[in-house]
């Protein structure tokens, strides 16, 4: 059997989740055998170079390349799983949701105390960065998603566990301990 | 014609950022930039929250490092509950923290050695790609990487026994902090089976160490020329100089080791910090105020430490702080590559250091929280692994976030990771016909030097995307590269 291909991205989200999949420790070297990795922050893959067959995806969409991103990864995975609270209902980067974005950006650029000099009122907005969005997305909101890891981040019992359901086939048992959220 | 060179993501490094190099006709660098591409609006969302739930809430911002930003959010409420500033705590209370904080740093170090940095230095700079990373390197060097993973696993147990979680735990609190350490806890970490155990973590940090000294010896030209360039340094010190990583104050000094800044209480760092903003990031440029945004800019993270701090109170890494300072003669060290010698320092350090307190037994002592009268301004510092972490607070009479304002310590890097940037784009790039690769990555080791934890910079985290894109002198696109 050749081994499944597994890709990995971080959007709006804060890296606990990918740091979750590490706390697997030993399992690391059972997991790249099972698994092959493609596009992932972990390795030098920067582009899908094939269809993989699982996707994970930490964290919600807070801006125009989240999306991208994440409709790219619902182009070229079989199965897209939204990993942790971010990426299933937004997580902390939502509780800018209801502020006015602008609020936001006065108070890091121009209203905070360690900017006081920004006498230019200069607030970033070059071409080179992505467009904000109006608030923060859960990513089912944007893309088809096919199964949710709860937790901030998923233990990382719960995204091995899940993870060798997902290749083998075989039924995931989800006890209370592993998908309470804290 | 110029052209224009993104390089998205940048990976192996934790956090969104892409990097643009501008050249011109005749194959110039004419500007390179490092754009963190991620705002979250932290300072704002946070306001209204009860003070309390800062150290659980901030620490979301950062995964990788959640320790540093729940120690330092805490650090800052101590002073608002009136518990003081670092000292003031109980001993447990206190201890407790220390020991959270050497197994983050342990851990971390850890990660970002043989997890992100040893492929390079294993497979090369232009090694293949596609087995440039942790797996090729599990693949390979079998050895290696289970050290990385079991060292680094052993400062997430720790994290978890007094912390209460891996990641985003909740064990320090205003004033002190949640339990203390078991006995069976202690003993496990003690004298845990092979090779879970602090003494084992002491041998294979030293071995660490040695293992960097032994390729520089190899790799002179790499190590010590790559991205080199001067730079003040800033850090927390403690009182009589020593290295400490908890709690201590400012000092900065000048590329040739002046000091500009001594004895510094952090709770006035206004009086010393300003951040300028550029349009084309999201992640604001700090620099001495008194120096100025052109001059006053300087690097924090291992290297610097290792620079600012007079000795290490602890005995096999000061014998390591010798020979480091020795290599310079005592001068600052600015090459970036030994950013990776200084950390592997450190992390012997936080070894050594986690072993000495497991032993302390004030650990098992009950007394866990100090409380006094409520101020409403509170600042908490603490040197993170990737340098100064700033975190100022201040409440209402409902006790809930009037202000809340963070430099966190990829921001104080943000300078030096573009002049690093700049530094390798001119040596590699001037004047090729052909961007390979191998060129592209040698940007990333540039910034992969550093560690930059881009996420909590931007207050957000991932990915971080290179992405090389070629433009004229007229600024029209050329080609685009990812590489
Ligand atoms: S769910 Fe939690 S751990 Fe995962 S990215 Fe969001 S804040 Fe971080």
Redesign the pocket.
């Given at each position: 059997m050749s081994k499944k291909i597994v890709a990995t991205t971080?959007l709006a989200?804060?890296?606990?989740?990918h740091m979750?999949l590490l706390d697997i420790d030993e399992k690391i070297l059972d997991l790249i055998e099972l698994v092959e990795f493609n596009k992932s922050p972990i390795d030098d893959i920067k582009v899908f170079t094939k269809q993989c067959d699982i996707g994970l995806i930490?964290?919600g969409c807070c801006n125009s390349e989240n999306i991208h991103v994440l409709k790219d990864f619902r182009k070229h995975c079989n199965i897209l799983v939204s990993?942790?609270?971010?990426?299933i209902m937004g997580?902390?980067p939502a509780l800018r949701n209801g502020i006015p974005i602008k609020e936001c950006l006065d108070e890091a650029y121009l209203n905070g105390p360690s900017v006081r000099h920004n006498h230019k009122g200069i607030i970033p907005n070059d071409d080179e960065l992505p467009m904000l969005l109006d608030r923060v997305y859960p990513c089912h909101e944007i893309v088809k998603i096919d199964y949710y890891l709860p937790?901030?981040?998923p233990r990382a019992e719960l995204i091995w566990n899940a993870l060798v359901a997902l290749v083998t086939g075989d039924e995931l048992k989800l006890p209370y301990e592993v998908v309470k959220f804290d | 014609m110029g052209q224009k060179i993104t390089i998205e993501p940048v990976t192996r490094v934790e956090g969104h950022g892409k990097v643009t190099i501008h050249l011109d006709d005749k194959g110039n660098v004419k500007q390179t930039r490092l754009h963190i591409v991620e705002f979250r609006g932290f300072e704002r969302f946070v306001q209204g929250r009860p003070y309390w739930e800062a150290p659980v809430l901030v620490q979301?911002l950062c995964?990788i490092c959640p320790v540093s930003h729940h120690l330092a959010a805490a650090k800052a409420l101590d002073v608002i509950v009136g518990a003081g500033t670092g000292d003031g705590l109980t001993p447990t209370g206190e201890k407790m923290r220390r020991l959270m904080h050497y197994g983050q740093v342990f851990q971390s170090h850890a990660l970002h050695f043989f997890h992100l940095a040893s492929p390079d230095l294993l497979f090369g700079i232009d090694g293949d790609p596609l087995i440039r990373n942790v797996i090729g390197v599990a693949l390979k060097h079998k050895d290696l990487a289970v050290q990385g993973v079991m060292m680094r696993k052993f400062g997430q147990e720790i994290i978890k026994a007094t912390a209460g979680k891996k990641?985003?735990g909740t064990g320090a609190i205003p004033g002190g902090i949640n339990k203390n350490l078991s006995i069976e806890e202690r003993d496990s970490f003690l004298k845990g089976a092979d090779p879970m155990n602090a003494d084992k973590m002491v041998e294979w940090a030293q071995a660490a160490v040695d293992f960097f000294k032994g390729y520089h010896k190899a790799n002179k030209a790499l190590i010590d020329g790559f991205a080199t360039f001067p730079s003040s340094h800033l850090s927390l010190v403690r009182k009589d100089g020593a290295m400490d990583l908890y709690h201590g104050v400012l000092r900065a000094i000048d590329t040739n080791g002046k000091k500009i800044l001594d004895d510094v209480d952090y709770q006035d760092y206004l009086d010393y910090i300003d951040e300028e903003v550029r349009p084309w990031s999201y992640m604001k440029f700090p620099y001495l105020y008194n120096i100025g945004p052109e001059e006053g800019w300087y690097r924090v993270g291992p290297l610097a430490r290792c620079n600012t701090a007079d000795f290490i109170p602890s005995p096999l890494a000061q014998k390591e702080l010798e020979i480091f300072k020795a290599y310079t003669n005592g001068k600052p060290n600015n090459m970036s590559m030994h950013m990776h010698w200084a950390r592997l320092i450190e992390t012997l350090h936080s070894a050594e250091m986690m072993r000495e307190l497991l032993n302390d037994p004030d650990l098992q002592k009950d007394d866990l929280v100090v409380k006094g009268t409520k101020v409403k301004r509170g600042v908490g510092l603490i040197e993170a692994p990737r340098g100064t972490l700033f975190h100022h607070y201040e409440i209402n009479d409902q006790d809930q976030i009037e202000m809340a304002n963070l430099i966190v310590s990829t921001t104080n890097n943000n300078e030096p990771m573009n002049r690093a940037v700049n530094s390798v784009a001119v040596e590699y790039m001037t004047g090729q016909k052909e961007i390979t690769e191998g060129m592209m990555n040698a940007v990333e080791v540039a910034i992969r030097a550093y560690d930059p934890c881009l996420s909590c910079a931007t207050h957000a985290l991932g990915q971080m995307p290179l992405e090389i894109t070629l433009y004229d002198a007229n600024n029209n696109l050329i080609d685009k590269k990812r590489s």
């Open positions: 971080s989200g804060c890296f606990g989740c979750s930490e964290g990993v942790g609270e971010c990426a997580g902390l937790g901030c981040p | 979301r995964g990641i985003h």
